[in-house]
């Protein structure tokens, strides 16, 4: 029985953790939509006390003991119990893999690579921050490895791993070919497609914030989201933080474009109610955390791209839009709403892609990176390589590195293997939503009143409510009867763009 | 030296400690002022996990052997690092006086106590509390005589030590005993004389909320308070928390009455700027923390009321709040608002009262909770105790307990021996504000322009910068040349009030 004395132990030790993690992920969260920025300095050391007694749970003595100990009883027939052991064991070997000084080390210049990137970034001067980056990319290198070694992976596996479980790279580097190959193919299909199409026009606005930001509420509320157990606020970045019972999301807003603040407020909502619905539980125990980063992205997607970029749903929301900002009615009817939200379009910064081209995107990101952490490619040649990248998957050419190589935070800050998770997001996504619309009843009427309950319902049920019990490609399999197939999301784009 | 490596060993500890408890200042902060409803028991656990990992930061055995080594070694001639071995030395002596599962006990009796004690006061139903907190007593009892034999103190003045140190039950009882004469002659006195001025008229309002706000910040700013390390935002009681470097106000907000928000924020104000202004060098060090409670509410109160309610000040204010509110400038003008803000007037709640009653509220507060920790007062007795005390001070008698001994909500969540503090701060800074207004030239003419910068300088350099290297009456005595002297507070009420 894995209810034994030491699986209570360690499911009290890791309740700890997770709860010090809670602390960590508000502060996290005040730091970006709160904190005034005199309290920035005092907020980091805060944050790395929190990491550090974290890691020293995770690394006592008597985890390892304990996880010996439960390991050594017959398994549970209940499989929670049992992934919950598995789970601790892999989150232990992660924490003890990595020798302290180099975790240290990495903390050091992962900051101080993130500030001067700042500055390399508003001046557009790669070789300002390329010291740093070296640094960091060295430090990664060695983590990898030592990480590698812990978890029997490749090194650039095991930085993956911390994002997403149970996806390699040989895995990701065929389903990003395979993309690469539809794009090369289809991406020009779709521009002639769209050529030919009446030009959709933005709604001239202004919008006014306040108005912007009850209907972000509305709109997030009406989705699933309950105000009893969230927030919504601004930050620089919208993103989802906080903790399963009290949500933060967060938008930004511009006086001039009122997608911009819904279409993130749809995306965050999305991925909070992926945490809103994780088992109780099981809560505060690996078992009951998120399935990764993937699955959390596609849970952000199926929202935003998959339900809220439909006619039915774009019908309600042009009708609120109309409602609440006035203006030429024509502007909010769904012709044009769907030919201005749903365009493909190529370009040389990520975050504003369109669906079609931003997988684009992550592949380059996903060879320059496994290539920088494998050696294969020096952070001097970033740029060059960078520039060769888009070039050869968009044919543009960036005008200086800004909207190049230094447009991500991510590896300037030690995140390599993150990138990935997007896309795999993004097909998840479609795989969802194709076995999603065969099975719930009534779907599209439902979201031609902007009411998601029933898709909401649904991913309840099929993945926020298993948690972490399952894989990434168990789950999908459990949900869809099938591992990742991204051939749906090819279809999807197809039905979407090309048909 | 007191700087050799044992003692660095502590430094860092504390350092440690401090940082833990900045996170749960900034979590506190947001359960008050943030976080949604559905948040509360997990940032329960959140806070207690904090209060455990840094209670276990102080009582870990190396922290004796530390401590010993430290102290062996030949004192500093530096006044700041001896007082901070001191000071180290004391806070280990608290954390481990009190055995852990005595702790644990009073923290769920506290908060199970806290809990009912919310359904009591709505139901004005003492008898629903009683045996809870008689459990909180019970508990605290243990606590306060483990504590006196830790600290080589009787039980109530090692409660009290936990909130100001350098002051005793003995001296407050001495300093109250003579208030409560000064009260019994002069209370019907200036209610005499009151009685015989016009009457004041309250502004009728309405005021817009986001004026309020906007004038707050205004006067916040202008008394001293910094935005790039404060925020104001708002909470069902006003309250300053945060860290030195990110000082975080809130006050509430009355439509039709605009003091309330105005005069909180401008006491917490005083708050925020003792925070702000402690000495940098020795930040997260014992030494450079508040030098307790009483000191605190001086640093609010010298402001709000030495300050801000002369009739300099309010003929500012009055004029900043004609401008943003409009209405009869004569409800404005200072013979108005120094009647309305200046005005005693007895009565049953403490938080309403006037700073000449208020006193008379913590006296009665002093004397049960004495009472209670001594085992004098039982619980059951203490409805009537209380009616009976209020009658004598004030000649009044509570309706219900709601309004009588179920008002406050400290006893309820097992704080025994705050309330002192107030008075003494109120003591304290009629003391510190006699003494700046003699050594500061031009502070009248300054304070009717609305700017407080001369006293919060004089009080930067004589009260904040020493953080707590010196205790309460040598702190005092330091910058007013005695130590705590009941009687300026006297001739300060009487030259305001009487004459």
Known sequence: MKNSYPYDRLLKRFERVATINECASVLGWD????????????????????????????????????LAAAEALPASPDPWPAANLRLMRHAHMRATAVPADLIEAQARANSKCEKVWREAKSAANFSLVRPHLTEVVKLVQQQAVALGEGLGMSPYDALMDGYQQGIGASDVASIFGAYENFLAENLPLAEQRQAKQQAPVKPPGPFPIATQETLCRRVAQRIGLDFDHAR???????????????????????????????????????????????????????????????????????????????????????????????????????????RLWRRVERGLIRVEADEMTYPAHVIMRFRLERAMVSGNLSVADLPGAWNAAIKDLMGLTPPNDAVGCLQDIHWYDGAFGYFPSYTLGAMAAAQLMAVAARQIQGLKTAMGLGDLSPLINWLKANVHAHGSVMGFNELLTAATGKPLDPTDFQAHLRARYLS
């Open 31 to 66: 730091a970006a939509a709160m904190m005034p920025v005199g309290g920035g300095a005092a907020r980091g050391d805060q944050l790395a006390i929190l990491a550090g007694l974290a890691h020293a749970q995770l690394t006592a003595p008597e985890v390892a003991d304990d």
């Open 232 to 338: 919504l606020d601004r930050s620089a970045h919208p993103f989802s933080g906080g903790t399963p019972t009290d949500v933060r999301i967060t938008t930004r807003y511009d006086l001039a474009d009122c997608s911009q603040s819904i279409m993130a407020v749809i995306h965050e909502t999305g991925h909070a109610l992926y945490e809103r619905g994780l088992p109780r539980a099981h809560a505060r125990q690996p078992v009951g955390e998120a399935a990764g980063m993937g699955i959390h992205e596609s849970q952000s997607l199926i929202v935003e791209m998959q339900a809220c970029r439909t006619d039915e749903y774009l019908d309600w929301l042009g009708r609120s839009l109309h409602a609440a900002f006035g203006g030429d009615p024509k502007h909010y009817e769904v012709e044009n709403l769907s």
